[in-house]
């Protein structure tokens, strides 16, 4: 269906409803956003699903002819604050996945338009998801949010100049210089409350970095987007 629309000399609009996921993140939800409003002014119902209108924009998509990963940017309208007090609590929403819909206006659901009908509503009449995780927050101010995204492809198995990309452990030796943790006894190994000093161990996964640092910047040195699927 999608594919004859294509080819058509008058498909319709298209429209964007994005879904971000962030419930492998403690504390962490599900957002669905869409840039647009339906027939009624209201939030754009889809496979009965609410997506709220959100300023959003984006860059980058788009593939190109070499054999590299595109790196599209997501900006997220933070003008009432929420957004950015949304990232900054959940360790700036790393490792989140960020599902890209596409459709057509002409088939989403009916109640979306005057009369509340739509004979042609189609929840599966869309292209192929996007699938996409949030690598880092770019950047923040009181009118945007900016998320750098990469692919799962892009993530996995890399290897930098320095070091290997491995899944949700920290390589830093614990109260080193990379570390940078000096305070006092926090937790064992399996992330279990301690006073005592020589109980007190990292156990290197993103939830022990935070036991010491809070939710906020870190020095941690892993990597919690590459188990994502």
């Known amino acids: 269906m999608i594919s004859s629309d294509v080819q058509s000399l008058s498909p319709g609009d298209i429209i964007d409803l994005y879904e971000l996921d962030a419930t492998n993140i403690e504390g962490g939800s599900l957002l669905r956003w869409c840039n647009f409003v339906n027939e009624l002014g209201n939030s754009v119902v889809w496979g009965g699903d609410t997506y709220t209108r959100l300023a959003i924009e984006t860059t980058g998509f788009e593939k190109t002819s070499d054999s590299k990963q595109p790196r599209p940017k997501l900006r997220v309208s933070n003008v009432t604050g929420l957004i950015g007090s949304f990232a900054r609590s959940l360790d700036g929403l790393i490792g989140a996945k960020l599902t890209r819909h596409r459709t057509f206006v002409k088939y989403i659901d009916a109640v979306n338009f005057t009369g509340g009908t739509n004979p042609i509503a189609d929840p599966n009449a869309s292209f192929t998801d996007e699938i996409w995780y949030v690598d880092r ?14 692919s799962s492809l892009d993530l996995s198995g890399i290897k930098l100049p320095r070091r290997q990309v491995v899944a949700n452990t920290c390589p830093w030796v614990y109260r080193s210089a990379e570390c940078g943790y000096a305070g006092g006894a926090v937790a064992t190994f399996n992330d279990e409350p301690t006073t005592v000093l020589a109980n007190d161990s990292c156990g290197k996964r993103l939830s022990s ?4 640092f809070g939710t906020g910047e870190k020095p941690y040195g892993g990597f919690p987007g590459v188990t994502q699927t």
């Open 137 to 150: 927050k770019a950047s923040e101010n009181g009118i945007f949010v900016e998320f750098e995204l990469a």
């Open 209 to 212: 970095c935070q036991l010491r």
